[in-house]
């Protein structure tokens, strides 16, 4: 049997454009237009992609007060780019890494020292006292916070679940939500994770209703992932949450994380209810010191 090379190595990259999931390649490919608008915008051609032009586009964004995370983000955009053009990944080289590496440590990005906090699950009687539930805009916004939060999901996660993804059992107390892409199913191939009721404010069967009037394929959100995350920071601050500043829709994953570490929990379940394939789920689930010194005394003095 004949084979041709070409079109072996075209197969070849083909199945490694299956390990990025879908909605890394979008973010991948949001991140690279705002590059591109960003240096035309300053008469700058962005193309072809240059470490010195990497390296300004970078600086400008440190400048504008982002954080560490995002700029890592933009790193790995190009990345994506160099590799799916099958161009030279400068992002490799030595000259960029050592950039890289210098702006990590200016920017403290080891230490993660802007990464957002948990959302205290307490604000969620806070906005019903606040926000009227007859409304649906506002009842949408209380199933999306509830799903977020007891579901552990990511923004981009909820953002494409569609009306079918989400099914209630019969006897009303198991909601299960299939995520068709995310980012650890860098292979599709879908993953379900499930909502048991609970008589809590945060449970999201009691808002389901929100949705009943949407069809099959249509999606849940049908906002942007920034009015969603900046209606956010305007209720947070509607019921009186002081530096509404540090928490974004990460901080629905964080939380409801957070909260399980606080009651027990195992790590091991919350990894698997967050879909987390690495340790670093491990942040999201550290408690506070007098507490972990309380546990550990705990344990320590029952042992014979």
Known sequence: ??????????????????????????????????????????????????????????????????????????????????????????????????????????????????????????????????????????????????LSFSAFLRISELMNLKRKNINLSDDNQILTITIESSKTDQFGRQVETYVYYNDTPWCPIKYLNAIDNLNPDDNICNCSEHALRSHLTVVLRMIGVEDASSYSWHSFRRGGAYLCGLNGVPDSIIKAHGRWKSSAYIRYVNVEMPIAGQKVACALSNIK
């Open 1 to 146: 049997m004949e084979f041709d090379w070409t079109q072996l190595l075209n197969t070849a990259d083909e199945i490694s454009a299956e390990n990025v999931a879908t909605s890394s390649k979008n973010s991948y490919l949001s991140r690279i237009a705002t590059y591109e608008r960003t240096l035309t915008k300053m008469q700058i051609d962005p193309y072809p992609i240059t470490i010195d032009k990497m390296k300004g586009f970078l600086v400008l964004k440190m400048k504008s007060n982002k954080k560490y995370s995002t700029l890592a983000n933009y790193i790995a955009a190009f990345s994506y780019y160099f590799r799916q053009n099958k161009l030279d990944i400068l992002t490799n080289s030595l000259e960029f890494k050592n950039f890289k590496a210098g702006l990590r440590r200016l920017m403290h990005g080891d230490t993660y020292p802007n990464s957002k906090l948990p959302f205290n699950h307490t604000w969620f009687l806070s906005y019903l006292e606040k926000f009227s539930l007859n409304n649906l805009d506002d009842l949408k916004f209380m199933f999306f916070m509830t």
